[in-house]
C-alpha cells in the first residue's frame, strides 16, 4: 500500500514539474539583442598601428591604433612657424607714439607759460597762436598715427586667429586619427588590418554593448495593454538542456506598429497574425549572449 501511495506522489511532482516547463507559462518569447556600433575611420591614410581582436573588451578611454598622421604633423609645424612671423609685425602701439605725446606735453607747457606772458603783456599773442596751432597739428598726428597702428595690430591678430584655427583643425584631424571605440564593449567582428589603407568611412570593426542586453519579445494585442515603458517583468534566458535562468527586466521600447508574427518568435496565442514589439533591457551578468532565446512573464 505504502508503495502504490509512493508511486502516486512521484508521478504528480513530475506532472506538475512538466506543467510548470510548458511554454504556456511565458507571455512571450524573443532573441536577446545588444547595441552595435560600427566604428569607421575618420582619417585617410595608412593604418600604422591596429591592436584588435575579436572578442576583446574595450572601453573609450583605451587608444586601439591610429592612422598616419606625418603630413598632418608637418602641416601643424608650419603653421606654428607662420603663427611666430605674423606675430612679430605686432606694433607696441604705446612705445610708438610716445613720442608725440611728449611733444604734446611739451607744447602744453609752453602754451601756459606765454600765456602768463601775454597777460603781463610781455609777450605777444601771435606766439600764443602759433602754440596753440602746432598742439592741435599734434593732437590730430597722434590720434592718425595710433589709427593706423591699431588697425595693422587689429589686421595682425586676424591674421593669426585665422592660423590658429588651422592649427586647431589640424589638431582635431590628429585626434581622429586616433582609432578608439565610442562605447564599452566586446569587439564582434574586425573589418581591418595593420598596414591598409584607411579612408573615411571604411569600417574598421563593430563593438556591441554586452553589459546591458536587450531582450526583443513579441506580444498579442490582448497583452498590449499589460505593458507600459518602466515596467519590470521577469525574463527567462534559454539555458537548453541547462533549463532557464531569471533575471529582471525593464521594458524601455513598446513598438506602435502592428507586425505579422516573426517565424522564429512563438507567442502564447499562437492564432494571432499580428503583434506588437517590445524591447526589456536586461543587465547582462556575463551569461547572456547575443542570439540566445529568451521568455518573457509580465508581473
Known amino acids: ?27 512571450a518569447s524573443g532573441v536577446f539583442e545588444a547595441t552595435e556600433v560600427i566604428v569607421s575611420a575618420e582619417a585617410n591614410g595608412k593604418i600604422m598601428q591596429f591592436d584588435l581582436e575579436e572578442g576583446q573588451e574595450v572601453s573609450p578611454e583605451n587608444i586601439l591604433g591610429y592612422i598616419d598622421t606625418t603630413q598632418l604633423y608637418l602641416r601643424k609645424i608650419q ?27 611739451t607744447q602744453k607747457n609752453e602754451q601756459k607759460r606765454f600765456e602768463s606772458l601775454v597777460k603781463a603783456n610781455a609777450a605777444n599773442q601771435k606766439q600764443l597762436d602759433d602754440i596753440n596751432a602746432q598742439i592741435l597739428y599734434l593732437e590730430r598726428q597722434l590720434s592718425a598715427q595710433t589709427e593706423v597702428l591699431e588697425n ?35 569587439v564582434l567582428t574586425k573589418y581591418a588590418e595593420q598596414g591598409e589603407l584607411a579612408t573615411q568611412g571604411k569600417a574598421l570593426f563593430k563593438v556591441a554593448d554586452m553589459n546591458n542586453m536587450f531582450l526583443r519579445a513579441y506580444i498579442t494585442a490582448s497583452q498590449l495593454t499589460q505593458v507600459k515603458i518602466g515596467q519590470e517583468v521577469r525574463v527567462f534566458a534559454d539555458f537548453g538542456e541547462s533549463g532557464a535562468k531569471e533575471y529582471t527586466g525593464t521594458i524601455t521600447w513598446i513598438s506602435d506598429k502592428s507586425e505579422f508574427t516573426p517565424k ?13 514589439a517590445v524591447k526589456i533591457a536586461v543587465k547582462n551578468d556575463g ?8 521568455e518573457l512573464k509580465l508581473q
Open 1 to 27: 500500500m505504502k508503495t502504490t501511495k509512493n508511486i502516486f506522489f512521484i508521478g504528480l511532482i513530475l506532472l506538475l514539474a512538466s506543467c510548470g516547463n510548458r511554454d504556456g507559462d511565458y507571455d
Open 79 to 105: 603653421l606654428l612657424t607662420n603663427v611666430k612671423a605674423v606675430k612679430s609685425r605686432q606694433t607696441n602701439v604705446p612705445q610708438q607714439i610716445a613720442a608725440i605725446k611728449q611733444q604734446i606735453a
Open 152 to 186: 595693422s595690430n587689429r589686421g595682425v591678430t586676424e591674421e593669426s586667429s585665422s592660423i590658429d584655427i588651422q592649427v586647431a583643425q589640424l589638431e582635431d584631424q590628429i585626434q581622429k586619427s586616433k582609432i578608439m571605440s565610442p562605447i564599452q564593449g566586446m
Open 264 to 276: 522564429t518568435i512563438q507567442t502564447r496565442d499562437e492564432r494571432a497574425n499580428l503583434v506588437y
Open 287 to 294: 551569461y547572456l549572449k547575443k542570439g540566445m532565446y529568451g
